[in-house]
């Protein structure tokens, strides 16, 4: 990308380069612009234009400023139907955007939590596969998921399995049926190892989402909880009967509520 102004007018080609910066691939949504000074140095223009630059770019939704930490990329997030078993790599698709999933840890414990082996209603000590997975958007991490399944339900399984989607593994090659999944979803902050995984600061705010699973014979399949960045999703849901086809009128809404939502359009 060309960094040299023509001079005419500045304020305008600064405008312009940042625009077409804020899309190319050097910077991803959710990471840290150019501050101030770097926009000055790399475009030779005064720290007023670039600071003026920046605000404009702020005030047209394609940058976020967060107070204490600088200016950031907007999310475009992911909308999510809290009535609907959807997988992430079919969210994210919706969306236009590229799912990938890296598995962090795949263990096979006999010492699972009471908690869990109450939840997958299997006796203590039962084999369980423990499964940890980061699931990215177009690079972007966006949740850190943590699963416990019983190992009488998913006998072989390796890290190239969970690659993907886990819900196409177990409808697929092991023509599992699955029937639903009842689920809480909280607000917690992330501790230091959490943030790092999802690319934001410690405390920094995300959904937790703790969920049970079951198969059509009503046996559990799985325990998750999964932490969601509170950037990255729009979650929505309809009670009763509703009529349909109003979600801008509710993006609208939410964005006259909270400016600095970034829900699109």
Known sequence: ????????????????????????????????FLTEREIAARFAVSRATANKALSNLVSEGMLEFRKGMGTYLRQHPISSDLGALVSF????????KRPETVVLSLTRTDDA??????????????PIWAIERLRLADRQPLILERRWVPLAAMPVVNAADLSSSIYQLWTGRMHLTIS???????????????????GVPSGAAALQVHGIGYLADGRPLWVERTLYRGDGFVFSNVLGRVPGG????????????????PVQG
């Not at 790599?89 to 236009?96: E, I, L």
């Not at 979803?185 to 943030?195: D, H, K, P, Q």
Request: charge should be negative; aromatic fraction near 2%.
């Open 246 to 261: 109003n979600d801008a009128g509710i993006r609208s809404l939410i964005a006259a509520t909270d400016p600095a939502s």
């Open 113 to 126: 939590p009471s908690d869990i082996t109450d939840a997958l209603a299997v006796p203590a000590q039962e």
């Open 180 to 198: 639903g999944c009842r689920q809480t979803i909280s607000s917690v902050a992330l501790t230091a190892g959490e943030a790092q995984h999802l």
């Open 89 to 96: 790599t079919d969210r994210a698709q919706v969306a236009g």
């Open 1 to 32: 990308m060309e960094d040299v102004l023509n001079r005419a007018p500045v304020y305008l080609q600064l405008n312009q380069l940042l625009r077409s910066l804020v899309a190319s691939a050097e910077f991803l949504p959710g990471q840290r």
